[in-house]
């Protein structure tokens, strides 16, 4: 098992350009998440899903946007990047029940120029 | 309101002791979970340790113990026996009950252990 992967590991990116982070999993869990991590902020939840085709918003959503239309794959996009997107990404993943126990992803550090 | 309080930036502790990581929350939700992550300075995510709002006992896996007052809705991470490797951040998570998946993190304990 190849747990939580995430694609690129870094990324520079100038204002106004656009890309996806790939995220990926292979344990057929049902929950994913996206969050960033800035210096003394924690983790933040950007968007969430809790199955194929169905996805929410978290506390910081705007600027991105997600999919799922596989249990496999959340990818993350940003639309239009701005350096107040400059952070660490994370993905995780979990299954639906129990603790709901997240995996992480290696994570994405992510500069915006 | 703050769903996850740690008031300790940094902490210190000596090798081969103990130490405690506070961790308050705010939840009117009588279903939820507690959660405990290292971050190393290698970035990833490790999780510790769980407590559910409705489990008795308090959580222990290994060094580390969840002490657990539901009253003062305080989770604090006790870490036994302090070694080198655990210099890291630490994280408190909590997750409400219902059918989302929206955890919610505190900002982080800086720990370091001394030789």
């Known amino acids: 098992n190849a747990g939580v992967t995430q694609t690129p590991k870094f990324q520079v990116l100038k204002t106004g350009q656009s890309m996806t982070l790939q995220c990926a999993q292979d344990?057929?869990?049902?929950?994913m998440s996206w969050y960033r991590q800035d210096p003394g902020m924690g983790l933040r939840l950007i968007h969430y899903?809790?199955?194929?085709?169905?996805?929410d918003q978290g506390e910081v959503p705007n600027g991105y946007n997600v999919s799922r239309s596989t249990t496999e794959d959340f990818p993350l996009r940003l639309l239009s990047a701005a350096p107040s997107q400059t952070s660490v990404y994370f993905c995780?993943?979990?299954?639906?029940?129990?603790?709901?126990?997240?995996?992480f992803g290696p994570g994405t550090r992510l500069t915006v120029t | 309101a703050q769903k996850i309080t740690q008031t300790q930036p940094g902490m210190f502790v000596q090798e081969k002791e103990a130490v405690t990581l506070d961790c308050t929350y705010d939840?009117?939700?009588?279903?939820?979970?507690l959660f405990w992550y290292k971050q190393p300075s290698s970035g990833e995510m490790i999780f510790l340790i769980y407590?559910?709002?409705?489990?008795?006992q308090n959580a222990t896996e290994g060094r580390y113990s969840l002490n657990f007052q539901k009253a003062r809705k305080s989770a604090n991470l006790v870490i036994s026996a302090s070694q080198l490797g655990d210099s890291a951040m630490y994280f408190c998570?909590?997750?409400?009950?219902?059918?989302?998946?929206?955890?919610?993190f505190g900002t982080g304990t800086s720990l370091t252990v001394i030789p």
């Open positions: 407590q559910g709002s409705y489990d008795q």
């Open positions: 344990m057929n869990h049902e929950y």
């Open positions: 998570a909590m997750r409400e009950g219902g059918t989302g998946n929206q955890f919610y």
């Open positions: 899903s809790v199955g194929a085709g169905i996805t």
């Open positions: 995780a993943s979990s299954y639906r029940g129990g603790t709901y126990e997240q995996y």
């Open positions: 939840t009117s939700d009588p279903s939820y979970g």
